[in-house]
């Protein structure tokens, strides 16, 4: 089985394409723009594979997608290209629209074009699976409600709009043309190869430098943390066994505030590099938590995500491996001894200042 990959040289993408390169016998066309945030170097140890291809293309373009289609002839689609960044959505939302909905509408007449020429057998396998974000939910102020996949939209980011609006579009491909379809929404990723422009690697590469680890607010905005690898797993068994029309909810099971994550990480830290100059064995009586620094909270900045998984955990049998004790300890280590890869990012024009707190 061919799988076209959209934004494979991204965090979530290149977790995809790197688990099924390694666990599976699938084969992986990887399309990408290579934006700021797409880095081919979190995929050199499959990169060897002859299961593996590379098309740098962006997914706007809609003769270079006709090309692909027809020059690679993939069984199905996993849809994972997106800007994705809340604070950058909030000051520059445009390139949001382009990609996540203009970009999702080309793919999709790309991809039908392509199905639509298909002998009977493999258009009856063929799948458009779309990879989405629960932030299309808008948020929970209610700490004993979940995320269904029956929630009404209600997004808040000029970002979670744009993810909100090519939902619609996948659902109406189906339901207008027949074209097979598949939707998940995720709650938030985190582990190896994240661009240190999110959360975790943010605290963690700004902490190693002694740098303020800025918290919105007052920190206490809840998310539910997935391990992407985890999310990776449960992407293609979604795309493997799932049912077309169906909607999957995939969560960590891993409620926690935002300054909850900074002092786990903090602690991680304290122990992980003691020898650091910030940290309390080395004399500093503070320590990493005494780089915290709270700041104007970001607009319309949602309260609490959480998901409910057990539709796919009932239907396919996925449940995630990680906890998150489990999953940011791994996590953190990864930085700890992966500098080239983070230092060769920061080395260009991004330079560790998150960007639309700004209202």
Same mark, same amino acid.
């Not at 979190?42 to 593996?52: A, F, G, I, K, T």
């Not at 930085?335 to 960007?355: E, F, M, T």
């Given at each position: 089985?061919?799988?076209?990959?959209?934004?494979?040289?991204?965090?979530?993408?290149?977790?995809?394409?790197?688990?099924?390169?390694?666990?599976?016998?699938?084969?992986?066309? *990887?399309?990408?723009?290579?934006?700021?945030?797409? *880095?081919?170097?979190?995929?050199?140890?499959?990169?060897?594979?002859?299961?593996?291809?590379?098309?740098?293309?962006?997914?706007?373009?809609?003769?270079?997608?006709?090309?692909?289609?027809?020059?690679?002839?993939?069984?199905?689609?996993?849809?994972?290209?997106?800007?994705?960044?809340?604070?950058?959505?909030?000051?520059?939302?445009?390139?949001? @629209?382009?990609? !996540?909905?203009?970009?999702?509408?080309?793919?999709?007449?790309?991809?039908?074009?392509?199905?639509?020429?298909?002998?009977?057998?493999?258009?009856?396998?063929?799948?458009?699976?779309?990879?989405?974000?629960?932030?299309?939910?808008?948020?929970?102020?209610?700490?004993?409600?979940?995320?269904?996949?029956?929630?009404?939209?209600?997004?808040?980011?000029?970002?979670?709009?744009?993810?909100?609006?090519?939902?619609?579009?996948?659902?109406?491909?189906?339901?207008?043309?027949?074209?097979?379809?598949?939707?998940? !929404?995720?709650? *938030? !990723?985190?582990?190896?190869?994240?661009?240190?422009?999110?959360?975790?690697?943010?605290?963690?590469? !700004?902490?190693?430098?002694?740098?303020?680890?800025? @918290?919105?607010?007052?920190?206490?905005? #809840?998310?539910?943390?997935?391990?992407?690898?985890?999310?990776?797993?449960?992407?293609?068994?979604?795309?493997?066994?799932?049912?077309?029309?169906?909607?999957?909810?995939?969560?960590?099971?891993?409620?926690?505030? *935002?300054?909850?994550?900074?002092?786990? @990480?903090?602690?991680?830290?304290?122990?992980?590099?003691?020898?650091?100059? %910030?940290?309390?064995?080395?004399?500093?009586?503070?320590?990493?938590?005494?780089? #915290?620094?709270?700041?104007?909270?970001?607009?319309? %900045?949602?309260?609490?995500?959480? @998901?409910?998984?057990?539709? #796919?955990?009932?239907?396919?049998?996925?449940?995630?491996?990680?906890?998150?004790?489990?999953?940011?300890?791994?996590?953190?280590?990864?930085?700890?001894?992966?500098?080239?890869?983070?230092?060769?990012?920061?080395?260009?024009?991004?330079?560790?200042?998150?960007?639309?707190?700004?209202?």
């Amino acid at each position: 089985m061919k799988i076209l990959v959209t934004g494979g040289a991204g965090f979530i993408g290149s977790a995809v394409i790197r688990h099924i390169l390694k666990d599976t016998s699938s084969s992986v066309v *990887n399309v990408d723009k290579l934006t700021y945030a797409g *880095n081919l170097s979190s995929l050199d140890e499959v990169l060897p594979s002859e299961r593996y291809s590379f098309c740098q293309v962006d997914i706007c373009d809609p003769q270079a997608l006709t090309s692909v289609f027809e020059d690679h002839q993939p069984d199905g689609v996993m849809h994972l290209a997106a800007e994705s960044h809340v604070d950058r959505s909030i000051d520059g939302p445009g390139a949001f @629209i382009q990609t !996540n909905i203009v970009g999702t509408y080309t793919l999709l007449e790309a991809a039908r074009a392509y199905w639509q020429g298909l002998d009977a057998s493999k258009k009856e396998a063929f799948c458009f699976h779309h990879i989405s974000t629960d932030e299309v939910y808008g948020d929970l102020a209610d700490t004993g409600a979940l995320f269904t996949e029956q929630t009404p939209y209600d997004p808040s980011s000029p970002y979670s709009a744009s993810k909100a609006g090519s939902d619609h579009l996948v659902r109406a491909w189906e339901r207008t043309y027949g074209f097979p379809v598949r939707v998940t !929404n995720c709650s *938030n !990723n985190y582990g190896p190869y994240h661009f240190p422009e999110k959360l975790i690697p943010h605290v963690v590469l !700004n902490a190693l430098q002694g740098r303020p680890l800025p @918290i919105y607010g007052d920190g206490s905005q #809840i998310r539910d943390w997935l391990y992407v690898t985890d999310h990776a797993k449960a992407l293609y068994k979604v795309f493997v066994e799932g049912v077309n029309g169906e909607t999957y909810n995939i969560g960590g099971h891993n409620e926690k505030t *935002n300054l909850e994550v900074v002092k786990c @990480i903090c602690a991680i830290l304290e122990d992980l590099a003691a020898d650091n100059p %910030h940290s309390v064995a080395s004399g500093n009586a503070s320590g990493f938590e005494g780089l #915290i620094e709270y700041v104007a909270d970001r607009p319309g %900045h949602d309260i609490r995500y959480a @998901i409910d998984a057990s539709k #796919i955990q009932h239907d396919l049998g996925w449940v995630p491996e990680e906890s998150f004790e489990t999953g940011i300890r791994k996590t953190v280590e990864w930085y700890l001894n992966n500098q080239g890869w983070w230092q060769a990012v920061i080395d260009g024009s991004y330079k560790l200042d998150r960007i639309g707190g700004e209202a």
